[in-house]
């Protein structure tokens, strides 16, 4: 055979030979790279008896930790007449529970979400051929429709897809969804600027965010330029061009579709977003009909390049879900479609494992009967092992499917869960870093993904061969940054801001926070401050008639924006603080006591 394969090398020029060389390494890599990678669907003996009707498309999955025990617990669409299914997590086991509400119409995307900032996950549904609805968790999962009372429209209109994202900064998570009418020149996105107060205010108009007289799928908030501003891609359908409003910082956005090269004209589905290529860009990829997928991989400067067939990851069938995952933990992130052609002679639904160089293979997966009708898929790891699983929206006669993850890999990894103090409570719209000796890591945190999907909050990082990680940056949404250092693996995370700065919390000078801190008007008691003015501290002296210790002590500016937030332990007497971080100027300090009474000084740092 070595003698057949020297004369067959013999016959041709040396570029071919140079490009068979180059397969044959290809082909190596794949077995000996992927060769333990394996998803099993587990559906039946977890007791999830589901399927979404003939409708087309089907409705979404949120893969989402609704009851806050820490096991992402599952959440799935419904045909019209049939109640959302709940499935919660037991401890790695999924049971059937009652309707947490009571709608029934054929619903869009499921997002659980703490839009009100009071620790628990309220539920957003969009519906197919209903009103959107929104309800809050009055505790202990007892839900309460509030769509009106939170000024979202009772306009009846399609809606498939919805997201989350703090696009302002403020503290509070808004709303943005497509509106889809029999006329697509009618047809519009929305935006829900969060008041702060329970209620939400239309403003897509003032925005800039309308996207006009598209037919809209999907959308999702991304940092596609890393400068913690949520921007907007959205996946428009029947060659009406996809968008990317690039977030101006002052409550608007500017259209760069066409000269970003990122408005590309296609049936398109989703909007998935990922780091691919781990150069710390935020790359998308959007589904599509047989004409092909599209890969955007993100060059900087605004622009990105479509690289999805010499990628390997055109699919060319009819796409509708797609997940980023790091299947094996290699610390690089592979790619899972779902589809809707039936057969195991078509492309029902691929996964794509990352070489680490910016192409794909396809390498056999496991996956085994994922030869039916799909439509949306979400993330988790429903048993806490490290490895991500993949839930599958299907649709009749076919059940739906739970991949769970059987990769034989002895890869690191850890699990981070934020959770936001000053920034929106489910920190949303964070950047993630991780750091270990060979690579960096970045994810960026989302509520809406893909296509219909909501990925669980507990963030995976693949660490490789790694034994530890050098250190873990969050960057939040109020422009704080917390760090943590040499973290081994299997580390679960959970992370509150603030956490690694005793508490105190920096915002960033373009940030405007809405809080319930804001200046009062009436009741207030003064407290002494000295030196004052100062230049590297301060020394504070409460009152000895205080009700009871100050545990948020709050810095504003002179212009009345929330600075940084103290969270510690103050009681009556001297205390000193370190000033020695903040800028030339004006400042007051402020906190409540139990009674209610406001306590206020002010000082000068020089």
């Given amino acids: 055979m070595l003698s057949k394969t020297f004369e067959l090398c013999s016959r041709i020029t040396p570029l071919a030979v140079s490009s068979l060389l180059t397969f044959f390494c290809y082909l190596t890599h794949i077995n000996t790279s992927t060769g333990q990678v394996y998803f099993e669907n587990v559906a039946n003996s977890q007791n999830i008896a589901h399927n979404y009707g003939l409708s087309t498309p089907s409705g979404g999955i949120s893969f989402c930790d609704f009851d806050g025990d820490g096991w992402d617990d599952l959440t799935l669409a419904t045909k019209d007449g049939e109640q959302i299914a709940f499935f919660r997590n037991d401890n790695g086991n999924f049971k059937s529970i009652n309707a947490l509400v009571p709608d029934d119409t054929q619903q869009g995307q499921i997002l659980w979400v703490d839009y009100d900032n009071d620790g628990d996950k ?130 608007t956005f500017t259209d760069i579709s066409l000269p970003s090269e990122s408005g590309i004209n296609m049936n398109a589905m989703s909007v998935t977003v990922g780091d691919y290529n781990n150069d710390g860009l935020s790359d998308i990829y959007v589904t599509n009909t047989e004409g092909g997928n599209v890969l955007l991989r993100n060059e900087g400067n605004d622009l990105f390049s479509e690289l999805a067939a010499t990628a390997g990851v055109g699919f060319y069938s009819v796409g509708w879900g797609a ?95 934020l959770e936001g103090v000053l920034s929106n409570r489910d920190a949303i719209g964070s950047n993630i870093l991780v750091y270990t000796a060979d690579q960096v890591q970045r994810q960026f945190t989302q509520c809406g993904t893909g296509f219909l999907g909501q990925n669980s909050t507990r963030i995976l990082f693949g660490l490789g061969d790694q034994t530890t990680v050098d250190s873990v940056v969050i960057q939040w949404p109020t422009g704080h940054t917390d760090r943590l250092y040499d973290i081994p693996v299997e580390s679960e995370l959970s992370i509150a801001e603030g956490s690694t700065t005793d508490g105190e919390i920096n915002i960033a000078e373009d940030v405007q926070l809405v809080s319930d801190a804001s200046s009062p008007t009436s009741n207030i008691q003064s407290f002494t401050i000295f030196p004052n003015p100062a230049s590297q501290t301060i020394s504070i002296e409460l009152m000895e008639d205080l009700s009871s210790p100050v545990q948020n002590l709050r810095l504003f500016d002179a212009r009345g924006r929330l600075r940084a937030i103290y969270r510690r332990s103050l009681s009556p007497g001297v205390q000193e603080l370190d000033i020695s971080h903040l800028s030339a100027g004006l400042y007051w300090l402020q906190f409540q006591d139990e009674d209610g009474q406001v306590w206020q000084g002010r000082f000068v740092k020089q």
């Fill in 122 to 251: 309220d539920l957003f549904m969009a519906s197919i051929n209903g009103r959107n609805r929104l309800y809050r968790n009055e505790g202990d999962l007892n839900m309460v429709d509030v769509t009106a009372q939170a000024g979202l429209t009772s306009e009846q209109f399609l809606t498939y897809g919805a997201a989350f994202g703090d696009y302002n900064r403020d503290g509070w998570l808004d709303l943005y969804l497509g509106k889809r009418t029999g006329t697509p020149a009618e047809n519009t996105s929305l935006l829900y600027m969060n008041q702060a107060d329970g209620t939400f205010r239309e403003v897509a108009l003032s925005a800039g965010a309308q996207d006009p007289a598209k037919i809209p799928f999907c959308s999702a908030f991304l940092d596609y330029n890393n400068d913690l501003w949520p921007d907007l891609y959205t996946a428009n359908d029947r060659f009406t061009g996809n968008t990317l409003l690039r977030n101006n910082k002052n409550g």
């Fill in 323 to 417: 997940l980023f995952l790091d299947a094996d933990n290699d610390g690089w992130q592979d790619l899972y479609v779902s589809g809707a052609k039936v057969g195991t002679d078509l492309t029902s639904s691929a996964f794509y494992y990352n070489l680490k160089d910016g192409n794909f293979s396809q390498p056999q997966a496991g996956f085994v009967g994922d030869t039916v009708r799909s439509y949306s898929n979400a993330l988790g790891d429903y048993n806490k092992d490290g490895k991500p699983d993949i839930m599958v929206m299907n649709a009749e006669p076919y059940s739906s499917q739970l991949w769970s993850n059987k990769t034989d890999t002895e890869m690191g990894w850890i699990s981070i869960e």
